[in-house]
């Protein structure tokens, strides 16, 4: 895929206070830059507000803006080529950051962005650590459906921490939905993740999507593959999509030519053009905040595995 040269800019205003910038700000352009690799998005160099004295960065303009914003906007005109173009390059993203002994930490749909509809790059990297660095005693920081469970137990963020999030990232590009859109992000919600809970399905999704979603959504951090083997996984699946022989092809193909499929992504939307509608409960937060949950049960798998289910949109 071709580069291409940036003709707008985004300046990113600095959280951190005056007092923190050389240890916290500036940590966050070092990481970006130097760690985030080609599928993290560009970075020019800082500048100061003369305002208000805030640092910013200044970054690569994503025309598409974020990952989520996209889905929003263009679902409907994402082919399932796109779907794994996109989070082949998220993937390889978090293959740069955890070759340098990183893990990203904030890990979601609002923190990628796109310049285009097939390729999505990695920002923020504010909570980026070194993985010998992390600590939970204090609390959590992060949006909580994409915070996998042992962290929200309290043990250490690792790098099989990052793929769950981005299990929770690909349930989100393959149906369009927001995690549990439709339920408060509290306390409750964090018992269910612990206790096997994860996105519902709520479209036709090709089963070896499915599978490699689950294993990265497994409550067992070791059983989760590691980004490389996503990246390779990924590519594998890109040279299927183009072979009527295999498997992946086919399912796509049977997905495409399914009523059932297109009713249920339809009902709210009229036409392939319309944007991506449904309804957010009032208490689900997409934004990063502190959270610090007590006495949550062991994290375990669910009973039954995760499958293809056609469900209804509850109430709100």
């Not at 999509?241 to 295999?246: G, I």
Request: with cysteine; glycine share 4%; charged share 25%.
């Amino acid at each position: 895929m071709e580069e291409k040269s940036a003709k707008n800019y985004l300046f990113k205003k600095s959280k951190w206070f005056q007092e923190d910038i050389k240890r916290e700000f500036l940590n966050e352009v070092e990481n970006q830059h130097k760690h985030g690799g080609s599928s993290a998005i560009a970075i020019y160099g800082i500048t100061r507000n003369p305002d208000d004295d805030n640092y910013m960065m200044v970054m690569q303009y994503a025309k598409q803006g974020s990952l989520r914003k996209l889905l929003d906007n263009k679902y409907n005109d994402l082919s399932w080529e796109l779907k794994i173009n996109n989070l082949y390059y998220i993937a390889k993203g978090l293959v740069a950051i955890h070759m340098a002994n990183l893990v990203h930490k904030d890990f979601h749909s609002g923190n990628i962005v796109n310049e285009d509809m097939c390729s999505s790059y990695i920002t923020d990297f504010g909570l980026c650590r070194p993985v010998s660095q992390d600590s939970n005693s204090k609390g959590i920081f992060g949006v909580l459906p994409y915070i996998a469970p042992e962290v929200l137990c309290g043990e250490k963020y690792t790098m099989k921490s990052d793929i769950y999030s981005l299990g929770i990232i690909m349930s989100e590009v393959f149906t369009g939905y927001p995690p549990y859109h439709y339920m408060p992000h509290d306390f409750s919600l964090a018992i269910q993740i612990c206790l096997g809970r994860r996105p519902e399905i709520r479209c036709e999704v090709p089963q070896s999507l499915l599978d490699l979603m689950n294993k990265c959504l497994d409550a067992e951090p070791q059983s989760r593959p590691t980004a490389g083997a996503l990246v390779n996984i990924l590519i594998q699946f890109c040279h299927d999509l183009e072979d009527k022989k295999t498997e992946l092809y086919k399912q796509v193909e049977e997905i495409k030519n399914s009523d059932d499929n297109f009713l249920i992504h339809n009902q709210a939307n009229q036409t392939k053009s319309t944007r991506f509608n449904y309804q957010t409960h009032k208490q689900a937060i997409y934004i990063s905040r502190f959270l610090n949950f007590q006495k949550l049960p062991k994290p375990v798998n669910a009973a039954t595995s995760h499958s293809i289910e056609l469900i209804e949109v509850p109430d709100i």
